[in-house]
């Protein structure tokens, strides 16, 4: 079957291709918009280049809709900054916004039509107990209680236990690195604050630099395990790449800030399958700048399997089984990459654990 | 053509592969489903409604079936699912068809931004509507039951659909969900009522749903003015008593009943501020269902 969400992102926009040419089937496109978390993104693209009266009149309602979500979204998000800016500036604590906050404030491309719940800050290791003390002040409370789970994420992860407001039940997630410390890539995170945008909200707050964003993005795709939203995210950096290239920036400069931070392997998987899912424009010298880190033809082959079905949208209708069987084993892959084995073992048998004496639901 | 045309086994074919589309209210609802309770709560309260062809445009494409574990062989259960998203955990078989019920109510509240959408009760009479908020427990339901079996025409027993265009509120005339007494009171009520897809032990307790009349069917697409609020409250011993009310505070509660109001923002403060202009408002302790009904025929235009 045609999958008409892929072809909306391949083409649309590009030299012009109007929606009319792309949608052949409108109600197959809210489906599998809907079921991978782009209805509004699609409705703001077709906003953005004045399409939405080409769109029949009951599908314009859904986005239209859906455009009314992410509005509300935006709001909501705004009202959080600020009261997360005003708890960390009032403690000295400086952050950093991460991933769909970041992409708001930061008006970049990644923020058309980028609808999420949970906010995510980085701040530095040394002051990463002020912060907590301060937010908790404020009505930020971790959100478990678990013994077993406060320990495992303040001694293995690169966050701690995601913070919930008391009031409005809204999630933070305070982070110290953008990969678990026990994971095989070991990006400084020293050297992420080496390279920040200032944010009009208050001084102590930050973005990423776009290049750093992107890599960011690329590494939470392709080595955090999880593919629910990953066809959402991989047009989240189809989105980023376009803009860098119309930002004219260097490619050698990038290359090398990956190459500086360890993260040239998630560069290399989001410029290769953004390139073969969405039409990416890539330059030929990124590929070949990035020759070195390529694996060999055999795991070439089973990666482009797996990643390939595993970043499809999810479908209602004709859903392949290799979509389930590769993002099982991109999850598993992703925790042998994370941890080493004895950490590993025990930790996925006590979830097995919990999850079948119904103490853990998720 | 109208459900209960379609003959037994074409329906069982097309809910059982690619879904029965059905026109309910301003939505067109595509569902598909092999689990027999599902199939029995369409037959029993949905005949009346419209069925949509193939080619239409569907609003909401939604499926009831068996989750994907042990449980499809001991103390079965069902899911409820929309484009891929299952918004509830699963619940056993015998509540699948209430699952529907709640599954469109989730679809509609959280998809249907065209309209400010209040968790009231809404009937009409003369072109003029009376929109009835309340808490579950009110008794919304049960007066809601009783004005409908005494004439006054269904607009929705669950959720108000105040137009952002023009103002005006739009029927979706879903069968009416009654709990534990209400079942027997709105029998004894009235012989026209037809309760079926009865269930006990739900998280509300007994469920029943009465199916929707015709004449509100042939209408379903009029819509009506909204000139009334009332707030009612089942209370043992009142004396039914309508009590007009703070126009400042009837804005407060139905911004409360509104499933949709921080979504829409501005948009949605401005709709709710036209209706409680427009409308009357009255808070209303209820007693006995015949004199709420007296009380309430009495209202002029």
């Known amino acids: 079957m045609r999958c008409e969400i892929i072809e909306f992102f391949r083409y649309y926009g590009k030299d012009g291709t109007s929606c009319e040419v792309i949608v052949k089937d409108w109600g197959g496109l809210i489906r599998q918009a809907r079921g991978a978390n782009l209805l509004a993104r699609i409705a703001y693209l077709l906003k953005e280049r004045d399409e939405f ?57 990644a923020a058309k039509g980028r ?74 995170a020293k050297k992420l604050w080496h390279n920040l945008n200032a944010v009009n909200l208050k001084e ?91 694996p060999n033809y055999l795991m070439r082959k089973i990666y482009d399997f797996l990643y390939l079905n595993a970043l499809m949208p999810n479908h209602t209708s004709d859903e392949s089984i290799y979509i389930g069987v590769s993002r099982w084993m991109l999850y598993v892959r992703s925790h042998w990459l994370k941890m080493p084995l004895y950490l590993l073992v025990p930790h996925l048998s006590r979830k097995a654990w919990m999850r079948l004496t119904g103490k853990e639901t998720h | 053509m ?116 209040i968790h009231a009760a809404v009937v009409e009479r003369d072109g003029y509507a009376i929109i009835l908020p309340g808490v579950p427990g009110s008794g919304k339901s049960t007066l809601c039951a009783a004005l409908v079996c005494s004439g006054w025409r269904l607009l929705s027993d669950e959720m108000t659909l105040l137009s952002l265009v023009n103002g005006r509120i739009y029927p979706i005339p879903r069968p009416i969900s009654l709990k534990n007494q209400s079942i027997d009171i709105i029998k004894n009520f009235s012989d026209k009522a037809v309760i079926t897809s009865i269930v006990p032990n739900t998280i509300k307790g007994t469920l029943g749903h009465m199916r929707t009349f015709e004449k509100c069917l042939s209408c379903i697409d009029i819509p009506a003015i909204p000139s009334r609020i009332i707030f009612p409250r089942y209370t043992l011993g009142s004396n039914n008593l309508l009590k007009p009310i703070n126009k400042h505070h009837a804005f407060m509660k139905v911004a409360e009943n509104s499933f949709n109001f921080n979504v829409l923002g501005a948009v949605g403060f401005n709709a709710i501020k036209k209706l409680i202009v427009d409308c009357d408002v009255y808070e209303f302790e209820y007693h006995s269902l015949r004199e709420a009904i007296m009380l309430f025929e009495q209202f002029g235009l």
């Open chain 1, 115 to 188: 609808v999420f719940g949970d906010i995510d800050i980085l701040v530095s290791k040394d002051l990463i107990d002020k912060a907590e003390v301060a937010l908790v002040h404020n009505g930020w409370i971790t959100s478990s209680l678990d013994a077993y789970e406060q320990k495992y994420y303040r001694t293995w992860m690169h966050e701690i236990p995601p913070l919930r407001n008391l009031k409005r039940q809204s999630v933070l997630d305070v982070h110290h690195t953008i990969i678990p410390p026990t994971s095989i890539l070991k990006p400084d």
């Open chain 2, 2 to 117: 109208r459900l209960s045309e379609l003959n037994k086994s074409n329906f069982t074919r097309c809910i059982s592969s690619d879904g029965l589309g059905l026109k309910i209210g301003p939505f067109t609802v595509c569902l598909k489903s092999s689990v027999p309770s599902v199939a029995e709560h369409l037959i029993g309260l949905y005949g009346g409604f419209k069925l949509v062809s193939k080619d239409e445009f569907i609003d909401f494409q939604v499926s009831i079936g068996f989750p994907n574990n042990l449980r499809r062989f001991i103390y079965q259960q069902a899911i409820f699912s929309f484009d891929n998203y299952y918004p509830f955990l699963p619940l056993p078989l015998p509540q699948a068809g209430a699952m529907f019920e709640w599954g469109l109510n989730w679809c509609v509240a959280n998809q249907s931004h065209q309209y400010l959408i």
């Open chain 1, 204 to 294: 102590t707050c930050y973005t990423l630099s776009l290049m750093d964003m992107i890599l960011h993005s690329a590494t939470h795709l392709f080595y955090g395990g999880e593919f629910e939203n990953g066809f959402r995210d991989l047009t989240d950096l189809d989105m980023l790449f376009n803009q860098f290239d119309e930002q004219h920036e260097c490619w050698e400069t990038f290359v090398g800030r990956a190459r500086e931070l360890q993260l040239e392997l998630p560069l290399y998987y989001a410029v290769r399958y953004t390139n073969k899912m969405l039409y990416t424009p890539i330059p030929d010298k990124v590929f070949m700048m990035l020759k070195s880190y390529e």
């Open chain 1, 53 to 109: 009266y080409l769109v029949p009149e009951k599908p314009r309602l859904h986005l239209s809709n859906a455009l009314k979500i992410f509005e509300a979204n935006i709001r909501s998000v705004n009202w959080e900054l600020k009261d997360i800016t005003n708890v960390l500036n009032d403690a000295g604590v400086p952050f950093v916004l991460l991933k769909g906050a970041a992409y708001i404030v930061s008006s970049c491309a």
